[in-house]
């Protein structure tokens, strides 16, 4: 970190006010004097309170407090950071999707997770397994509000199959998982797995390199989501139940395969143009450059042809681990990447459009990787 000791002040300007702010809410958790707050209905920004220096400053910051800059995955050089801790050297151009270790495709073998899991279940597999056999001892990850289905997402922690089952499945409204730490730790736990979209995957990465203490410590497991967008709220009353009558409390499943899947609980089945949804694009995510979860452990997304297996970009050394340790005692089945060479093709392609996001006045680097790999591919 600069030797200038960057606090609040200069994350306001630089990230929470310009653009770059993604509203993973690293800063909020690691805050150690408790003046950083979350606003989850509408923004998904920080906030500080108006005690200790006012919204725009911070006195714990002016006495050298650097927390919420340390925690910040968008602050300054924040991906050449992560890069270089975790894999010891910064990207190469071609790199788009991020430095890999191993691209495979998977799903588990067990058939309740196969089912009530998003795409081959991987997620939900990995979870358990890590629980079951005491990598971790909770994990954050998101819920809905109310009895399940699609209501508005909500940070939820984890602590069992039971747990997991209940909120497999993805949703499409942000949900800060980060913000259910605190309910973690004060259960006792120890050993945290964080699943995020690639804003929140590298809050670990960022969190150890930047030396933010027990909190790096804990988060000792990062599964990342790919991730284009997400949506507002206003998603499912102003486009599913205004334009196609599809009431969001009827709504049971909800994927994104080149359109909007929609199941509901009277068995139907709808499509609606993925298009449409562009104006509800949440403002945090318009300068994302991460749709490949690029610094989790494990990066896992459904854009192949195989609906029922995951994509999984295998990029730490804890992560290939993990998935051979349940390759190898039957939890999960796995198949070449190759078997689907179209999805590669893909997954540099939407590489490549998130990482055109980045503002031109932030950090070079992702701007500098992007006009890089786009000035050497095929015209």
């Given amino acids: 970190m600069p030797v200038d000791k960057p606090h609040w002040v200069d994350l306001y300007k630089e990230v929470v006010t310009s653009g770059l702010c993604t509203g993973c809410a690293g800063c909020v958790v690691a805050c150690p004097h408790d003046v950083l707050r979350y606003d989850s209905g509408g923004t998904w920004r920080p906030w500080k309170v108006d005690e200790d ?85 909770a994990a954050l990850v998101s819920g809905t509000e ?54 929140q995957a590298s809050v670990p ?10 909190i790096a410590r804990r988060l000792t497991l990062s599964i990342g989501l790919m991730c284009s967008k997400t949506f507002d709220d206003a998603l499912f009353v102003e486009l599913f139940e205004a334009r196609y009558g599809i009431a969001r409390s009827d709504i049971v499943k909800i994927n994104i395969k080149g359109v909007f899947q929609i199941w509901c609980k009277d068995g139907s ?66 198949r070449p990447a190759s078997d689907d060479p179209d999805m590669l093709i893909l997954l540099d392609k939407l590489s490549r459009a998130s990482r055109r996001r980045w503002p031109a006045g932030a950090d070079l680097a992702p701007g500098l990787i992007k006009r890089s790999a786009q000035s050497a591919a095929p015209t």
């Fill in 53 to 137: 220096g006012g919204p725009e400053d911070c006195t714990h910051g002016v006495r050298g407090c650097t927390m919420c800059t340390r925690a910040c995955p968008r602050f300054r050089t924040w991906e050449t950071e992560c890069d270089t801790y975790l894999f010891g050297r910064a990207r190469k151009a071609e790199e788009l999707s991020g430095v890999s270790d191993q691209v495979l495709l998977a799903r588990s073998t067990d058939p309740e997770l196969l089912e009530r899991g998003q795409d081959g279940g991987l997620v939900s597999a990995l979870l358990v397994w890590a629980l079951e056999n005491d990598v971790i001892d």
């Fill in 146 to 199: 109310g009895d399940g289905g699609c209501g508005p997402a909500v940070p939820r922690v984890v602590k069992s199959r039971a747990e997991i089952l209940a909120t497999a499945g993805s949703r499409y409204t942000y949900s800060a998982n980060t913000l259910a730490y605190n309910e973690a730790t004060s259960g006792g736990a120890e050993r945290i797995a964080l699943v995020g979209m690639g804003c």
């Fill in 269 to 334: 089945y709808h499509e609606v143009p993925l298009g449409e949804g562009r104006a509800f694009t949440r403002e945090g995510c318009l300068h994302c450059p991460d749709f490949a979860a690029q610094h989790a452990d494990v990066s896992t997304g459904g854009i192949g042809a195989f609906g029922d297996w995951t994509l999984a970009v295998v990029r730490t050394e804890r992560g290939r681990e993990l998935l051979d340790s349940m390759a190898s005692k039957g939890a999960i089945e796995t």
């Fill in 205 to 214: 990465a960022i969190m150890a390199a930047r030396k933010t203490g027990k």
